[in-house]
């Protein structure tokens, strides 16, 4: 028998169930290789992370025949806290790239299809599904989606001129646009969202997290899952002032704060966002499933079903479509070729669909130690080093990308005498190696040459606590052993996020090149977090591009510096929040008047995402025809972009 993997298919499913054919063979290796030297074995096992009662795979994957597959993960961030362990009683969550328009997936026995996004289709997959998949000649991706997201006005709406086109003569706010917002959650009785009769502004709210339905229709007319509300729903809420227990209303606030940046009509305290009379399609994706849920959704799962739901309601209403999105991951090449980047230029159909446009924040890790790059000689040794915590997490995951052209070695050591793990490089057989350090913690390493995504060498390496009540504290060292290098020798590390950062390198450390994912995909406008009046100042924490194959992103800069807007559980209060996740929808307001605009002129006037960067990038701020890491081509400036299509 062959490498079952393939020497082209994508790592991220050893993470989760390693090389055994069964749950059963990895417990008895796992018995009889237990305390062996871990510098001359490799201890390969199933679930080097957690038990399989634990990760919750025993059903699914018992009987898995993977055959041909090429197997894909979707650069997902673990879902916290700890214990916060997915089920996949329904199969894995995944997302499958067809050749054929109208491939369903119907005749596969165990897929369950949830969405479609051209040619990515989002779903479920047991293990059967998964060797059905294997043999679909219309099939040719299949990528794992992680559980994962992070969450990244009063002055500011004047900084970028939105006042003046608000007024007469442009006097434009928005009315003939939707604002599409996916977030953490969403005061529906906060009157930012309510219009000038105290109704409400929401078309529609999809909470993906919901379980008391009824859930919103895919294309077809099947129920997905979690709960849709309706307009009239939330009118009925505002009208009692009550909102439902599940709904709740937004404790965290973020999604509130976002929303009203980009949508939000004045009202006591709040000043008002940038376009004030849009109607507000919203997404509360379903990011962590707690342990003995049955459904995984993950990052780009829930994504993928969100945008398709979105694009619904835009085609329902006639209306074009701006959508904001500040939830990133970390993990993945950043250079646009992953499948959740594929989906998300879909969304645009390549920038070229008049009326649909992606607005993503840059991220916050620029200060964060989450990206570290470096240059490799020949026979040259590089010592790549980061800080863990004493932080209880389930899991860390790295991974490192370089031209497929060179030749490195890896092997990764525990802090103090925790061990090293055997050596790791292209010529080993298999290319994967997981097992147990001294001090409990168990790893797994694979390494994919020629990746499917870009032809680049992909490095990925998990982390658990294993035996240990914790991932061990201190100093872990990669060390790097250049054998042969014809390339420029660019070495690119990324971290995956978690809540509360427990892990940071402190060796080769670079701001640049920390964009968040999607925020590299082709069409999505990419957004970084100037001061709140605009005077030029990029904050320091605001993600730096470019993206690894040397795109300009992020396109412009807006202001994201303790931005005052709404406040959750208030009826008008207000709130000081930084970052550039308050960066993003001011752009995602100012698109929404421009193609609010356009739309009132006639539906052949509309734009597309391509035509929209590029006059949004020509009308900024500071515009020189030269573009820089930290704040793209220049500051939004609403006005100006408006007059271009005067």
Request: glycine share 12%; hydrophobic share 40%.
């Amino acid at each position: 028998m062959g490498d079952r993997y393939g020497p082209t298919v994508d790592s991220y499913l050893f993470h989760l169930i390693g090389e055994e054919e069964s749950v059963a063979a990895f417990k008895d290796k796992l018995a009889a290789t237990a305390g062996e030297n871990l510098a001359t074995t490799a201890n390969l096992g199933l679930e080097h992370l957690e038990s399989a009662a634990e990760l919750g795979i025993e059903g699914v994957l018992e009987e898995a025949d993977l055959g041909e597959i090429e197997l894909f993960d979707g650069e997902g961030l673990p879902a916290e806290p700890l214990d916060d362990t997915p089920s996949y009683e329904l199969g894995i969550p995944v997302l499958v790239q067809v050749r054929q328009a109208k491939w369903t997936g119907a005749d596969i026995d165990g897929f369950t299809p949830s969405s479609r996004i051209g040619d990515v289709v989002a779903g479920h997959a047991t293990a059967a599904a998964i060797g059905g998949l294997s043999d679909d000649p219309d099939v040719f991706r299949v990528d794992v989606s992680r559980d994962a997201g992070e969450e990244e006005l009063d002055v500011s709406v004047a900084a970028v001129h939105g006042d003046a086109v608000h007024a007469p003569p442009v006097a434009e706010k928005g009315a003939h646009a939707l604002i599409g917002v996916i977030d953490g959650g969403l005061d529906v009785l906060h009157e930012a969202f309510h219009d000038e009769n105290g109704r409400t502004r929401i078309v529609q709210l999809w909470d993906q997290t919901g379980t008391t339905g009824p859930a919103p229709p895919d294309d077809d007319g099947n129920p997905l899952y979690g709960t849709l509300y309706t307009a009239a729903n939330i009118d009925q809420f505002i009208a009692t002032g009550v909102v439902s227990a599940e709904l709740g209303r937004d404790p965290k606030g973020h999604g509130t704060h976002v929303t009203s940046i980009a949508a939000g009509r004045a009202g006591g305290a709040f000043y008002g966002g940038l376009a004030p009379e849009a109607r507000i399609a919203f997404v509360k994706p379903k990011l962590d499933t707690p342990a003995g849920d049955p459904r995984s959704i993950g990052y780009s799962t829930g994504h993928v079903d969100a945008l398709a739901f979105l694009d619904r309601v835009a085609r329902d209403l006639g209306v074009p479509i701006s959508v904001n999105i500040s939830l990133g991951m970390n993990a993945g090449a950043h250079d646009g070729t992953s499948t959740l980047e594929s989906a998300f230029d879909n969304f645009t159909s390549g920038g070229r669909m008049p009326g649909r446009v992606l607005v993503k924040s840059a991220g916050n890790a620029a200060s964060q130690g989450l990206h570290a790059a470096f240059q490799i000689g020949q026979e040259q040794v590089i010592h790549l080093q980061w800080n863990s915590k004493n932080v209880i997490r389930k899991d860390d995951v790295i991974e490192i990308w370089f031209n497929s052209s060179d030749d490195l070695a890896f092997a990764l050591s525990a802090p103090g005498s925790g061990g090293t793990t055997a050596l790791l490089d292209r010529n080993s057989t298999p290319p994967r190696i997981n097992g147990s350090f001294t001090n409990g913690n168990l790893y797994s390493i694979a390494l994919d040459r020629f990746h499917r995504d870009n032809g680049d060498t992909r490095l990925s390496l998990r982390v658990t606590r294993g035996s240990a009540p914790r991932i061990a504290p201190g100093i872990w060292t990669l060390r790097v052993e250049a054998r042969s290098v014809p390339s420029a020798g660019l070495v690119h590390a990324w971290i995956e996020r978690h809540r509360d950062m427990p892990v940071e390198f402190i060796t080769q450390v670079s701001s640049d090149g920390t964009l968040s994912i999607p925020g590299t995909a082709n069409t999505v406008i990419s957004v970084a977090a100037l001061d709140r009046p605009m005077q030029g100042q990029v904050m320091s924490f605001s993600s730096r591009g470019a993206t690894r194959d040397g795109r300009p992103r992020p396109d412009i800069g807006a202001p994201g510096h303790n931005i005052e807007a709404a406040k959750s559980g208030t009826a008008t209060g207000v709130i000081a929040m930084p970052g550039t996740s308050m960066a993003a929808p001011h752009v995602t307001g100012a698109l929404a008047l421009l193609m609010s605009q356009q739309q009132a002129t006639g539906p052949n006037a509309q734009l597309n995402a391509n035509q929209i960067r590029a006059a949004l990038n020509q009308s900024s701020r500071g515009f020189n025809g030269h573009w820089n890491t930290a704040r793209g081509w220049g500051m939004l400036d609403i006005e100006a972009l408006l007059a271009l299509f005067d």
